[in-house]
């Protein structure tokens, strides 16, 4: 902790917005102090972006490095905040943050209450993600899948599920229901580039063609859509597999059928029309069922915020304040009392915590620095009135015996995994357990 700061600030969670927010306040001399849950930092960054964009993933990685080793920026792995941890966002204040940023991501899971959503068999996109990237606890859950997997949802996570599944689970076809029409797909024509080519065009075609009356009677263009969804055709990476991918558009999942062991069998849908309101394009229900049949269903619907920071909630989301003092572009960064508007002072918020599923790890950067501007002009109007130092700090932690990987450990670990992946001639090493990299640098586990 930087001793020569005489203002502290706590950030919760170490994602790009978390970590970028930390090299915008500490270039501005603030001494910053960041709590991650996860041992090692980068949020999904680290455990979201596919398992093989090495490229990506090292640029950002070289980046966090650099940020993490400024001397005003302390940080405090394996430490959870809130409800689920030791310490909570008013100790933090208590023992003399000056401000608090939350910047925890969206950890909770969007479920749609539907009749057989708990079957084994039925998952959601983030705990695939999750596994594959091997983020502790869930790289060692068991995800059982077939051969015929249905994804619910059309994003960049869906697309990033069926390349999982097709280059690490043989899956033999993917069929991916789509809510509205093929104007609404939500997925970048890059992010399509890896699975392209598995897209059965035959099916797509038929397929285009029974949606097109409900396109043109909604204003839409059929044939500028199709072009749009198969532009990467002419980019495509190499085909590595021969799955098939099939599209559903205008249909929603209503119940996962099991058998009598309670193995997934096949999922009901519902037929939908579309809409037009103003500039918005809705589902509505049709009451015309269809039964798919499939032994794997993933839901790649996006994730929501949660209350383990104990804040105050509005609609599953952290409440805004409704009358901001620090606003940057316009955009709102306080946190706020629901039944006043007020902002609860000095809690902040930012990335997908603030926005949850929400752009690109770009995006939760900017949002992390804009963030930080407002932290600065509320810490440059506010007096100060308290300050924690670095050794009431570490008492503070010693007392609730709070066990944190520091930077230095952090170092460590990465010098470890790659010194196995060079061992074993591979891209990247990644300890799958938190009690593996803790024995690795010679910590004790947690009680
Ligand atoms: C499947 C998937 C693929 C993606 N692929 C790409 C891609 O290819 N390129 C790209 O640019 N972007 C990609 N993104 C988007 C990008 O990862 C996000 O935009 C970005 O990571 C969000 O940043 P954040 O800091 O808001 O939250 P997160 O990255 O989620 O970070 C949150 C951090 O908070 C910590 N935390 C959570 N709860 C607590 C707590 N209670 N106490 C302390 N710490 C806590 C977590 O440990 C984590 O480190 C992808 C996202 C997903 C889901």
Known sequence: MSNQADRQIAIIGAGPAGLYAAQKLSAQGYGVAVFNRDIKPGGLVEYGIFLDKHKIKNGFRAQFRQILDH??????GNVTIGK???????DLLRWGFSAVLVTCGAQGTKFINLPGETLKGVYHAKDLVYHYNQLPP??????EIGKKVMI??????MTDIAHYLLKYRDAEEIIVVIRRG???VKFDQKEMLPIISNLDLDDFKTEMKRVSPAMLAIGQDPEAAEHWILAGLEKACAKEHNGRILLRFMQSPKEILADSKGSVVGVKLEQ?????????VIARGTAEFSQLDVDTVIFAIGDSVNDDLELPMRQDEIAKASHPRYMVEGITF?????????????????????????????IARRDGVFAASAIAEFLSSTDKNSSISADDLYRHLDELQVYYVTNEKLKQLESKEQAQAEKLGI???KYSTDEEMLKALGLALKP
């Open 84 to 90: 689920n941890g030791k310490i909570r966002i008013e």
């Open 152 to 157: 619910v949802g059309g994003g960049n996570v």
């Open 182 to 184: 093929p104007d609404e």
């Open 71 to 76: 001397e005003n920026i302390s940080y405090f």
């Open 427 to 429: 891209e990247e090493y």
């Open 272 to 280: 939908n029309a579309l809409q037009r309101i103003e500039e918005t």
């Open 138 to 143: 869930f790289s060692g859950y068991h995800f």
């Open 334 to 362: 306080e946190v706020g009392n629901p039944l006043t508007g007020d902002p609860l002072p000095g809690i902040f918020y930012a990335g997908w915590s603030r926005n949850p599923s929400t752009g690109l790890a770009g």
